[in-house]
C-alpha cells in the first residue's frame, strides 16, 4: 500500500468523523482562556503604564496630554487627546480631513463624526466607501470621501477636487510611509490641529526621514516615515508647535503655533514630548520587524 493511498484513507476517514461534544467543549474553554489572557494582559499593561506616569515628574505637569488619552474609535489614546486640545484652542467649522482612514471604523475622525463633526477621508483602500454608504445617518454630505493613492505630487490636487478649504479645525496623517513629504506639500493648507504618525525607533533630537519615492509604501519593518525631531522641524517651518505625543509612541500633535500660547507644556521641541515605542505593551502586537534605515542622501542646496 502506498503512502499516498494511506494519506487518502486517512483523510477520508477524518471527513466521516464529526467532533463530539467533549472536543466542541474544549474548544469553547480554550477560547475562554484566550480571551482571559488578553484580558489580562491588557490590565497588565494599563497598570504598567499609570506606574510609568508616575514615576516620571513629567506626567505631573498639568500642560501635558497624555493623562487625557482615551479611544473611542482611536488605537492609541487619540480621541481623548483630541477633545481635550479642542478644549483648549476652541474650534470653529467643525471640519476634519484624514487621510489614511482604513475601512472607516478605527481612525482618529470616526468619533468626531459621530459628535457631528464634517469632514473627508481619502484612503487608497475604497472599503470604506462602501461601509459608509450603507449607512443612512451618514449620507446627506457630513463625510465626502475618496479613494486614491495619495503622493507629494497628487496631494493638494486631491484636496482642491474635494473643495477642501485653506483653513479648517483638524488634519490627520496616517499613510505610513511618505507622511513627511505629504504634510511638507500641504504648505498652504493651515487646519488649527494636525495629528502625524511618527517614527519612535528614532532618538528624538535626530532629523531623519526615509528617501522619497512616490509609489512606495510601507514593507512593514522600521524603516518608514519620520522622526519626532523632523516632523518638529517641518511643522515649525509650516507654523506648527509640537504639543505633545501619545504614550504608545504613534502620534505626534501639532497646533497651529497662533493657537499655542501658553496652553501646552513648553518647550515644544521633540525632546520634551518624545513618547518611545510601546506598541508591545499597549496593544498587543508584536512590533516592527527591525531593518537597516534608509541612509540620508543630501540635497544639492544643503
Known amino acids: 500500500m502506498s503512502l499516498k493511498h494511506i494519506k487518502k484513507q486517512f483523510k477520508a476517514f477524518f471527513n466521516r468523523v464529526k467532533l463530539g461534544e467533549d472536543v466542541e467543549h474544549l474548544k469553547r474553554q ?18 504598567s503604564q499609570e506606574l510609568q506616569k508616575r514615576g516620571d515628574q513629567r506626567y505631573s505637569d498639568p500642560l ?12 492609541g489614546g487619540e ?20 487621510v489614511g482612514v482604513g475601512d472607516g471604523s478605527e481612525n482618529n475622525t470616526a468619533f ?13 483602500d475604497g472599503s470604506f466607501i462602501e461601509k459608509l454608504k450603507q449607512r443612512e445617518d451618514l449620507q446627506g454630505g457630513c463625510i465626502n470621501g475618496k479613494a486614491t493613492f495619495i503622493t507629494k505630487e497628487n496631494i493638494k490636487q486631491t484636496f482642491q477636487q474635494l473643495s477642501i478649504p485653506l483653513s479648517f479645525d483638524f488634519l490627520s496623517l496616517d499613510i505610513d510611509q511618505n507622511t513627511y513629504y505629504i504634510w511638507e506639500a500641504l504648505k498652504e493648507y493651515k487646519p488649527r490641529l494636525v495629528v502625524i ?8 533630537d ?4 526615509v528617501n ?34 501619545d504614550y504608545g ?5 501639532f497646533v497651529r503655533e497662533d493657537l499655542a500660547g501658553d496652553l501646552f507644556a513648553k518647550p515644544y521641541t521633540a525632546e520634551n514630548h518624545y513618547e518611545p515605542v510601546r506598541f508591545n505593551s499597549l496593544f498587543y502586537q508584536e512590533g516592527h520587524p527591525t531593518a537597516i534605515l534608509d541612509r540620508m542622501v543630501k540635497s544639492e542646496a544643503s
Open 249 to 253: 509612541g504613534a502620534n505626534a500633535f
Open 64 to 75: 501635558r496630554l497624555n493623562k487625557y488619552a482615551t479611544s473611542v474609535c482611536s488605537q
Open 212 to 245: 522619497y519615492k512616490p509609489d512606495r509604501v510601507w514593507d512593514g519593518t522600521q524603516n518608514f516615515g519620520a522622526s519626532l525631531k523632523a516632523f518638529e522641524n517641518l511643522g515649525r517651518k509650516l507654523g506648527y508647535c509640537l504639543v505633545g505625543c
Open 79 to 98: 480621541d481623548g487627546i483630541i477633545h481635550e486640545i479642542f478644549k483648549r484652542i476652541q474650534t470653529t467649522d467643525r471640519v476634519f480631513v484624514e
Open 206 to 209: 535626530v532629523d531623519w526621514k
Open 30 to 47: 480554550l477560547n475562554n482562556l484566550n480571551r482571559d489572557i488578553i484580558s489580562l494582559h491588557v490590565t497588565i499593561a494599563a497598570l
Open 197 to 204: 504618525e511618527y517614527n519612535a525607533v528614532i532618538p528624538p
Open 112 to 124: 468626531l463624526l459621530s459628535q457631528g463633526w464634517t469632514g473627508f477621508w481619502i484612503d487608497g
